[in-house]
């Protein structure tokens, strides 16, 4: 093995978060995509080993690769894991960030939270050192807005290590003769006030309050974090890096989570220089089609902005039984060797069609007079990219056109073969999707040349979020507690709404099963309430006939994006699985 396969494989390694790469493996194949494959040119380079962005795409192994890659004597001949630059000073503000400032509201507020089960003892001192290993390990945590947020976000920055104490942001709530029953109400209404008092533009972002039970019982530490500074993804890394220091204060050592391998401001950089690269450019005709004018309801776009701010008297929320929802995120995405996503969008899919042509009485309307015909225009959240030790917001947003054309609703609303047609379509279509959508916020929100003609394009009138799997119900020291799920996207009442309508879901798997709870939110002024609890009843009737769908005989089958035959089709398939069938 040569010394650039040797480092190649290191990289592959550390980027897509895997234990071991083969030299044989190639990079998309394990599942790399451009935005990785430029962290790896870019920690190539560090390490005296050059290679481009398009070798590493289009390279079929490792050891092409490195058959391939030149060395760069200048770097020093360094070799192995090499840290990137870039961790302190001014910060190039990412997509996301510049989605947020667009946003015409209060948004000092907006944040994610976790509560989690302290172990007996643990106390104010313990928490404050546990914290500021947090705040000194993961730099987003320490992230400063002088000028607050702004279109376009402007002189973000993020100070060196030590200068944000923990002990200004930690407060200490004695719990001790406080009774179990009593204690979620009391958690939530201490992380109330810390939510009140994260202040993006003073550099305050996390905020902690801790629950002293004394030295016989758990406590309960809860982190408040602005969104700016966390997603789903982090907090999974930021609770092992809590079992981390604690474990290390408990032996006498001082608490030292893991070192991060990409900085987030050399993230941010890269993500800059990415929006104007000419794979990027070619992207901007495919989402200026995609955003094209449709009619409304929840077909089409509006311009931002206009929208009543959120308000609790305009939200629903749904939670679907485990004896649905084990099915429907296990089974159902294997049907058509898909994703969770697949599934609850094709649903919703189907379910803002049959909304749509919903007649008083309960009749519908035929598919021949829906002016949209069968398409549905969704914003989707994705969770951006997994840089294994990176805390930051990561999410990606972009537009989504489903198109189902004449499905027979009724049939799919019955668990029939049409909801597996759809099912199998909606899936070709996300995957049919650039890059998962990375490309999107980079032309609209960090490229001149392209940003305003997509912003003049509009926004979808529905946004849809699956935040994923959270673990609920376990007992241990530094597991999720009872009475609190992963609180996310949380703010003050006024929050400003992104779309007109929009859909939070998220797994919680406790000690019944895994259920599926779902918030519908929409703005005052775009629908009435009724019409929305509506579309969210439709929404889980269409997953519960995928669940069901599950167990039909014949359910399961290949799409076209399955195959590497050139120019097959869904019919083609159909009929070849159809012919192997009554062979078999």
Request: net charge negative; aromatic share 4%; glycine share 10%.
């Amino acid at each position: 093995m040569t010394d650039h396969e040797t480092v190649l494989r290191t990289l592959f390694e550390e980027v897509l978060g895997l234990p071991e790469v083969h030299p044989a493996q190639s990079f998309t194949g394990l599942g790399g995509d451009s935005i990785q494959a430029i962290q790896v040119v870019s920690r190539a380079r560090l390490a005296g080993v050059v290679v481009t962005t398009r070798e590493v795409l289009r390279s079929e192994s490792v050891s092409a690769l490195a058959a391939a890659a030149r060395t760069d004597d200048r770097a020093g001949g360094q070799r192995g894991p090499v840290e990137p630059p870039r961790r302190f000073g001014p910060l190039a503000p990412t997509p996301i960030m510049e989605w947020l400032g667009e946003l015409d509201g209060p948004v000092d507020s907006y944040n994610q939270s976790l509560v989690v089960r302290t172990p007996a003892g643990f106390d104010a001192a313990a928490a404050e050192g546990v914290v500021q290993a947090l705040l000194d390990t993961h730099d987003v945590l320490r992230l400063r807005l002088p000028e607050g947020l702004a279109t376009p976000v402007a002189a973000a920055e993020i100070p060196e290590p030590g200068t944000v104490a923990a002990a200004g942001l930690v407060r200490r709530v004695d719990a001790r003769t406080v009774a179990d029953e009593d204690l979620p109400a009391l958690t939530r209404r201490h992380m109330r006030t810390a939510r009140r008092l994260l202040s993006p533009r003073d550099g305050a972002v996390l905020r902690a309050v801790l629950l002293d039970r004394g030295a016989e019982r758990q406590g309960r530490l809860a982190l408040v974090v602005h969104h700016l500074a966390v997603d789903g993804v982090s907090w999974r890394i930021l609770q092992d890096d809590l079992r981390t220091c604690w474990a290390a204060l408990a032996a006498g050592a001082d608490p030292a989570p893991d070192a991060v391998h990409t900085p987030f401001a050399h993230w941010a950089d890269l993500l800059r220089a990415e929006a104007t690269s000419g794979r990027r450019m070619a992207e901007a005709a495919h989402w200026e089609d995609v955003l094209r004018t449709a009619p409304a309801p929840l077909a089409g776009v509006r311009e931002p902005g206009g929208l009543d701010p959120e308000a609790e008297r305009n939200t629903h929320v749904l939670t679907l039984p485990p004896e649905f929802t084990g099915p429907l995120l296990t089974a159902a995405p294997g049907l058509v060797n898909g994703t969770v996503n697949d599934v609850l969008l094709t649903a919703l899919a189907l379910a803002v069609l049959s909304w749509r042509r919903a007649l008083p009485g309960g009749a519908r309307e035929d598919a021949a007079h829906d002016p949209a015909g069968g398409r549905v225009l969704v914003d989707v959240e994705g969770h951006g990219l997994d840089l294994s030790r990176t805390v930051g917001w990561f999410t990606t947003v972009y537009p989504v056109g489903l198109d189902l054309g004449r499905t027979d609703l009724a049939d799919a609303r019955a668990a029939g073969p049409a909801l597996g047609a759809a099912l199998r379509l909606v899936k070709e279509q996300l995957r049919a999707v650039p890059d998962k959508g990375i490309g999107f916020g980079l032309l609209r929100h960090l490229n001149t040349r392209t940003g305003p003609g997509l912003a003049r394009r509009g926004i979808p009138e529905i946004g849809f979020n699956y935040l994923g799997r959270f673990p609920m119900g376990d007992d241990g020291d530094w597991s999720a507690a009872p009475g609190h799920a992963f609180a996310l996207d949380d703010a003050d009442e006024g929050f400003p709404m992104a779309h007109a309508v929009e859909v939070n879901a998220a797994a919680h798997e406790g000690p019944d099963g895994l259920t599926l709870s779902a918030t519908w939110t929409w703005a005052g002024n775009a629908y009435p309430g009724d019409r929305v609890r509506a579309l969210a009843e439709e929404w889980f009737a269409m997953l519960r006939a995928l669940a069901r769908h599950t167990t039909r005989p014949g359910a399961a089958g290949l799409t076209p994006s399955d195959v590497s035959l050139a120019d097959i089709s869904q019919a083609d398939l159909d009929a070849f699985e159809s012919e192997l069938g009554e062979l078999l």
